[in-house]
C-alpha cells in the first residue's frame, strides 16, 4: 500500500511539472492572430495561407499573446518564391517589426537561420546544410527559445545552436512574415507551441 502511494506522489509530480501543448493555429480561422500590412492571410482546406497582396509590401500575423520560453513546431510548404519567415519574441508597430526571425526562404537562402529585423542583421546562418529544405514539399521546423540561447531545427536537423544577450532580456509575440517583392506564396499548419516554465 505505501508503495501504492509513492507511485501515485511519483506520478502526481511528473503530471504537474509537465510542459502543456496547445494549438497556435486551429485550422479554421484566425482566432487568436492578428494582422499587420495588406498582404493576405486566410484559411483554406484547414491550411494557413501567407500570399501576397497588391502592395506586395512586407506583412505579418502575429499572436495576440507574447510568449517568452517556449517550443515551437511548425510545418510548411512554400509555392512560388516563398520567402517567409517565423519570428519570436517581437514587437510590431504597422509592418515595422523589432524582434528576430528563424528564417523560411528558398534555396540557398538560409533556411533555419536567426535574422535580427532593424538591428544587427544575420547572426547566425546554417553552414553547409542547405540542402536539409525541401523545396516544394512539405517541411517540418522546431524552434526552442529558453532564456538566451536559441536552437532551431528543419526536418529532424539541427540547423542552430547559439546564445545572444539581447535576445535573452527580450520578451514579445510570434509572428509568421511574407516577404515584400510580391509572388509569393506559402502554406502552413500544425502550428503548436509548448511554454518552457
Known sequence: MKNI?????????TLVGCKSESDLFNGKDLDGWQVYGTEKWYVEDGLLVAESGPDAQYGYLATEKEYKDFELEVEFLQEADGNSGVFF????????????????????LHTGGVYESYGRGWLIKPEGKEDVLNYGDWNKMKIRVEGDKVQTWLNGKEMVDFSDEKIGDANGKIAVQIHDGGGIKVFWRNIKIKKLE
Open 89 to 108: 519574441r517581437s514587437d510590431i508597430e504597422g509592418t515595422k517589426i523589432s524582434g528576430w526571425q528563424v528564417e523560411v526562404a528558398p534555396p540557398e
Open 5 to 13: 502511494g509513492i507511485l501515485l506522489t511519483l506520478l502526481l509530480v
